[in-house]
Each structure stands twice: as C-alpha cells, then as structure tokens.
C-alpha cells in the first residue's frame, strides 16, 4: 500500500508539473496579447487560431537555437543555474495542496519560505558565473531586493498564520469559509500583492532586468535553452504566487471553480501593472522595503499575536 501512495503521489506531481508547464506557455500568451491591447496594437495572431500555438512555436524556436557558451565563464555554475532556477519554481508547486493523494503536509507554508528563499542563490550563480559586468551588476540588484522584499513577506505571512495558528494552507481555506481575510487584513493583503511583485522581479520593481541601464540583467549571457529556463521560471512563480494570494486572502477554497478564476484574474492583475507603471527608483525600492513595509507589518504582527492572545486568555 505504500509504494502505491508513493507511486500515486509521484504521478500527481508529475502531472501538476506538466500542467503548470502548459499554464505558463498560455500566461506568457496572455501576456503579449494583453500589453498588445494596452499598446493598441494586436498581439501574436498569425500561429495557429488567434495565435494559441505561438507559445509552442517560441518554445521550439528557443530549445533547438545554438547554446553560446562564454568562454571566460564558470561553466559548470553558468550551465546548472538556470536548470536549477527552474527546478525550485517547479518545487514550489509541491507545497499547494491536493484534496486527495499528494505532499499535502502540515508544514506547507515553511516549505514555501524556505524553497522561495533558495531561488535567490541561482539568480546569483548565474549573475556570477557568467563572468559579466553586466549580469553580475544584475544579479547583485535582484538579490539585494529579493533579500529586502522577503523580510517583509515573511513577517505578513505570519500575521496570516497567527490568524489561523496552523502552517497547514488547506486550514487557510477552512477558516475563510464565513468571510476572507481581505475584508479583515486589507493593508496587509496589499503589502503582500505588492511584495509578491517584488519577489517575483516584476515590473515595477524589475531592477534585475533594467534593459535601459543593465542591458539585461543577470541573463545577458544566457540564450536559447538557459534563458529559456530563466523565463519559464519567472512565469511558474508568477502564477504561484497569484495562487497563493488566493489561498491566503480571498478564501481560497481549492475545489470551488471561482477558485481558478480567482488566479487568473490575479495574473492578470501582474500583466496590468507591467502595462500601465514604470520602474521605480532604486534607493526608493529599498526605501519602501526597509522603512515602510517593514515597520508596518511587525506592528500589524504584534496587534495580531496580541489579538490572538486575548482570545486565548479569554476562552481559558
């Protein structure tokens, strides 16, 4: 019976996986359709039926281009770091519960920080070993403001799990059964949308990528099959972080239907704000981070443990 759970639970990542994999190729889709939209023009129209195979046709185009290889770079780092990039976005997914048969353990929400913070060491490997002015310039920038930004997540989502004393995400979805903690944690719900922005190297805080000043970034070196890695990277955390915002402040309720729509409208939002704001400063991105979100969300930290605490002296 064991080797049948764990046959079960292989075959269900797999799965998820590949799913996530297909999810990505129609966001990056939704992407260019959408900011095609916002520019007034249309977007990619001509692969397939109103463009739908584009994302395949660019996934085939960039596998089978010529890998470059620069020849003063730390070619083990260079060649496993975007591999490796790849690896944790898809690990991430790990941590999202099924109802039935999959790593639906107690402790999901620690495996998202630790898995999360991991990806940040890649994104410097790969600035590093490229042995760029330029890449490392980027690299440096990307991991000083995932370092900034996830100080400040961590301590929101612990407000969160002092709401529902559990590290269990499917306990997220029974506590919002009567009302979502948006209605009750507003300002905390759109510190998290806007540090989630941050962590995952969004417009407007894409420093890591700032083609005007940094050519671009810390994948300047990479082509065909690394940057594509890099890409799909970034697209898998885009998507589970929108759903993880929806786990944690708008219910949800993972077999509803709305649930799905919920996320989409999510990425959406992320694909919005890359449309319509430009890139903030620098000094202004850490600013906030370290000055505003930071004392903001320990205060709200301390009100919610204080809250809680009540509670329990009260029921005692």
Same mark, same amino acid.
């Given at each position: 019976?064991?080797? !049948?759970?764990?046959?079960?639970?292989l075959?269900?990542?797999?799965?998820?996986?590949?799913?996530?994999?297909?999810?990505?190729?129609?966001?990056?889709?939704?992407?260019?359709?959408?900011?095609?939209y916002?520019?007034?023009?249309?977007?990619?129209?001509?692969?397939?039926?109103i463009?739908?195979l584009?994302?395949?046709?660019?996934?085939?185009?960039?596998? =089978? !281009?010529?890998?470059?290889?620069?020849?003063?770079?730390?070619?083990?780092?260079?060649?496993?770091?975007p591999?490796?990039?790849?690896?944790?976005?898809?690990?991430?997914?790990?941590?999202?519960?099924?109802?039935?048969?999959?790593f639906?353990?107690?402790?999901?929400?620690?495996?998202?920080?630790?898995?999360?913070?991991?990806?940040?060491?890649?994104?410097?490997?790969?600035?590093?070993?490229?042995? =760029?002015?330029?890449?490392l310039?980027?690299?440096?920038?990307?991991?000083?403001?995932?370092?900034?930004?996830?100080?400040?997540?961590?301590?929101?989502?612990?407000?969160?799990?002092?709401?529902?004393?559990?590290?269990?995400?499917?306990d997220?979805?029974?506590?919002?059964?009567?009302?979502?903690f948006?209605?009750?944690?507003?300002p905390?719900?759109f510190?998290?949308?806007?540090s989630?922005?941050?962590?995952?190297n969004?417009?407007?805080?894409?420093?890591?990528?700032? /083609?005007?000043?940094?050519?671009?970034?810390?994948?300047?070196?990479?082509s065909?099959g690394?940057?594509?890695?890099?890409?799909?990277? /970034?697209?898998? =955390?885009?998507?589970?972080m929108?759903v993880?915002?929806?786990?944690?402040?708008m219910?949800?309720?993972?077999?509803?239907?709305?649930?799905?729509?919920?996320?989409?409208?999510?990425?959406?939002?992320?694909?919005?704000?890359?449309?319509t704001?430009?890139?903030?400063?620098?000094? !202004?991105?850490?600013?906030?981070?370290?000055?505003?979100y930071?004392?903001?969300?320990?205060?709200?930290?301390?009100?919610?443990? =204080?809250?809680k605490?009540?509670?329990?002296?009260?029921?005692?």
């Amino acid at each position: 019976m064991f080797w !049948k759970d764990i046959f079960l639970m292989l075959i269900s990542s797999l799965l998820l996986v590949i799913f996530v994999l297909i999810g990505v190729a129609f966001l990056t889709l939704l992407e260019r359709k959408v900011l095609g939209y916002i520019q007034i023009r249309k977007g990619p129209n001509k692969v397939g039926l109103i463009g739908l195979l584009q994302p395949f046709a660019d996934a085939v185009k960039l596998f =089978s !281009k010529e890998q470059i290889y620069p020849y003063m770079s730390n070619f083990n780092l260079y060649y496993f770091s975007p591999v490796m990039n790849l690896f944790l976005a898809l690990f991430l997914w790990m941590c999202i519960p099924f109802l039935s048969v999959n790593f639906s353990f107690n402790l999901s929400l620690l495996y998202f920080l630790s898995i999360s913070s991991l990806s940040v060491y890649t994104v410097m490997m790969a600035g590093w070993s490229s042995n =760029s002015n330029y890449s490392l310039l980027g690299s440096l920038r990307s991991v000083a403001q995932t370092i900034s930004y996830e100080v400040s997540l961590s301590l929101i989502l612990l407000s969160f799990l002092f709401m529902i004393l559990s590290l269990n995400l499917l306990d997220l979805m029974k506590y919002q059964k009567y009302i979502w903690f948006l209605f009750m944690m507003i300002p905390l719900c759109f510190m998290w949308l806007v540090s989630s922005l941050a962590e995952t190297n969004r417009t407007p805080f894409d420093f890591a990528e700032g /083609e005007s000043e940094l050519v671009s970034g810390f994948n300047v070196e990479y082509s065909s099959g690394g940057f594509a890695m890099i890409f799909l990277a /970034e697209y898998a =955390s885009i998507l589970l972080m929108s759903v993880i915002c929806c786990m944690l402040f708008m219910g949800g309720n993972l077999i509803d239907f709305n649930f799905f729509l919920k996320v989409g409208i999510f990425s959406f939002i992320w694909i919005w704000v890359r449309g319509t704001l430009p890139r903030f400063r620098y000094d !202004k991105l850490m600013y906030l981070a370290w000055k505003s979100y930071l004392p903001v969300s320990l205060n709200y930290l301390i009100f919610f443990f =204080s809250l809680k605490l009540m509670i329990f002296v009260y029921l005692i």
